[in-house]
């Protein structure tokens, strides 16, 4: 269930040791500052479950090959969390969590989008060349999702949906 309704928030306070919380942007969504170990060589961001990451990274994803026009997303999931890092490009996050709806730009590695369990996500205006390393907390579980925004809002009320 989403966190609000009761059960303890899946992220906040006990963020990874070594996070920079750049803002809150819902109650279980925040956007971070990384890390960046950096010389003459060029730049390295390091992400490590209970460094940086509030969660055991279970499945590690890549969105490329990106079209611009194109929007991705559309869901929610009942259990995941998931931690983005756009390592190339940019792209607009929408993130709603049935109350509140905000947008996040994503448009440097050294950011890095925490969504929580029970937020509808949208993903717009891609730059060409666009590339998203997802660190999630699950493996792939198609029953985790709810894709009909209507279902979401009553998930986000506390009602059951399929
Ligand atoms: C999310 C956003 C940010 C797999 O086979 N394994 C996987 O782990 C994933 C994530 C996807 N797929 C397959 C399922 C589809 O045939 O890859 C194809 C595209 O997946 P989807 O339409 O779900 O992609 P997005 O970009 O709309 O959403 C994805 C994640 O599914 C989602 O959890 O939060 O990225």
Redesign the pocket.
């Known amino acids: 269930m989403p966190s609000r309704s009761g059960d303890a928030p899946s992220l906040g306070a006990e963020l990874g040791v070594d996070g920079v919380l750049l803002k809150q942007i819902l109650p279980n969504c925040a956007l971070h500052e990384h890390r960046v170990s950096g010389d003459d060589r060029g730049s390295l961001i390091s992400l490590q479950t209970t460094a940086e990451i509030p969660f055991e990274i279970k ?1 590690v ?1 890549v ?1 490329y090959d990106t079209k611009p026009l194109v929007e ?4 929610a ?1 009942k259990s ?1 969390e ?1 931690w ?1 890092v756009c390592v190339a490009g940019s792209c607009m996050f929408t993130v709603d969590d049935g109350i509140e709806r905000r947008e996040v730009l994503l448009d440097n590695p050294n950011k890095g989008l925490h ?1 929580g369990n029970g937020i509808w ?1 949208e ?1 717009r205006h891609f730059a060409p060349g666009t590339a ?1 390393v ?1 660190l ?1 907390s699950t493996l ?1 579980d198609l029953e985790d ?1 709810i894709r009909d925004y209507d279902d979401f809002l009553a998930y986000a009320r506390g009602e059951m949906v399929r």
């Open positions: 499945r994803y969105v991705r997303g559309h869901h999931h995941l998931q983005i969504i996500r993903m998203l997802v999630a792939y999702y």
